[in-house]
């Protein structure tokens, strides 16, 4: 099997699990977010595009539910032995599928999570479920329960991290040999994940972003390159990724002469990112980090140029996106525990001025100061 991590490691995840679901009172729960399965059991897939779940009983009893097409990844990829498959066909719905294996697992009349708040569970599929399962138990909405989970990371999993922080380090590195004036962002962008991939990593839950001129401004990925000019600017996001686990970076290069604003911007940036790095440890919670990035900012001039969320909780994702449920925005109530691998971002966009500016690395939480996973320091970094 094609397993990431020792047996006993999973039984761990199983346990922690099925202790949170009796504290919940809950008979079992439907998992539909991919990034749960893998967590819990090994399975890797982009099956999720399509229905399937697997179901958890509270005594730690599972069934996968799946297609045809996954029946070996499956089987290959995952400590799974009770896999079944519904059949492709007109008008098929494969919540009656789901709904006799239920009866078959004991859980008519149960008390039941659903992971509805994930890319795994389209509204088709919760329109579908809901008018199968609504009279055959009560369903409640369990949709953070292993996401709330997996924010604290076990020492193999922080292994992975580490490793995907090298490979975002090496894709830095690819990116500034590159960048100069008639640099086309087409070769950053490819020696960016070509270092990734050379370094045994994979592909990212969702595109790196690039953008240069203007589009330094945007903050996703979007198609089309262009050639750098004289005096230019260069904003990258990127993750390096390992075993599905993300340590995400950003940067903004200054091509040329680095106008007054840049400089002003970097400082706001550099002075707020080692700001939170004296409250991104236990004693604190994720609302705190947003509110020191909000002062600092605010009292700079900056709040029309800032975003409304500077960071989230990293870890092992599936596309369509790397970040994971709990952010660093306004009232955030989760504490900050050791173990956790949190990716701290500066974005500054003033459209005023067509500047742009950003600063951003993951860190890990521990009993103490937090510690940065990459080699880079925050330098401002001009091409």
Not at 78 to 102: C, F, G, M, Q, Y
Not at 166 to 177: E, F, M, P, R, T
Not at 341 to 346: A, I, N, Y
Request: proline residues 3%; hydrophobic residues 45%; charged residues 20%.
């Amino acid at each position: 099997m094609a397993l990431h991590f020792e047996k006993p490691e999973f039984a761990v995840r199983l346990a922690r699990l099925t202790d949170k679901m009796r504290e919940e009172k809950l008979d079992a729960v439907l998992l539909f977010a991919q990034e749960s399965m893998y967590w819990l059991t090994g399975y890797d897939t982009f099956g999720y595009c399509f229905f399937q779940t697997l179901v958890v009983r509270a005594d730690g009893t599972m069934a996968l539910i799946t297609r045809s097409a996954d029946l070996r990844q499956a089987k290959h990829t995952s400590i799974l032995e009770n896999v079944h498959v519904w059949v492709d066909r007109v008008n098929a719905d494969p919540t009656v599928d789901l709904k006799n294996l239920l009866v078959e697992m004991d859980l008519l009349g149960a008390r039941i999570g659903v992971e509805y708040d994930t890319h795994g569970m389209t509204g088709r599929i919760a329109h579908l479920l809901d008018a199968q399962l609504t009279a055959f138990g009560q369903i409640v909405d369990a949709s953070y329960l292993v996401s709330r989970l997996r924010l604290v990371k076990s020492p193999a999993e922080i292994f992975y991290v580490e490793r995907a922080a090298a490979l975002a380090d090496d894709a830095l590195d690819a990116a500034i040999a590159l960048t100069k004036p008639g640099a086309d962002e087409a070769d950053i962008l490819a020696a960016m994940q070509g270092a990734v991939f050379a370094g045994g990593g994979d592909y990212p839950a969702n595109e790196f972003i690039i953008g240069s001129a203007e589009d330094a401004l945007l903050c996703r990925y979007k198609a089309g390159r262009r050639k750098l000019g004289d005096n230019d600017q260069l904003t990258l996001e990127w993750a390096g990724a390992y075993a599905h686990y993300h340590a995400a970076m950003m940067r903004t290069i200054v091509v040329g002469e680095p106008s007054y604003r840049h400089r002003e911007l970097y400082n706001a940036c550099l002075e707020t990112i080692q700001a939170i790095e004296t409250v991104l440890k236990p004693g604190h919670v994720f609302g705190d980090v947003f509110d020191m990035h909000a002062k600092i900012m605010d009292e700079r001039g900056l709040a029309r140029h800032r975003l409304n969320a500077c960071g989230y909780s990293l870890g092992a994702r599936f596309s369509p996106s790397w970040m994971e449920h709990q952010m660093f925005h306004v009232g955030n109530p989760q504490p900050i525990e050791p173990g956790m691998s949190l990716f701290v971002h500066m974005i500054i966009m003033d459209s005023d001025t067509g500047t742009a500016m950003t600063l951003g690395q993951t860190y890990l939480t521990t009993e103490g100061e937090p510690r940065a996973l990459s080699r880079h320091p925050l330098d401002f970094i001009n091409a």
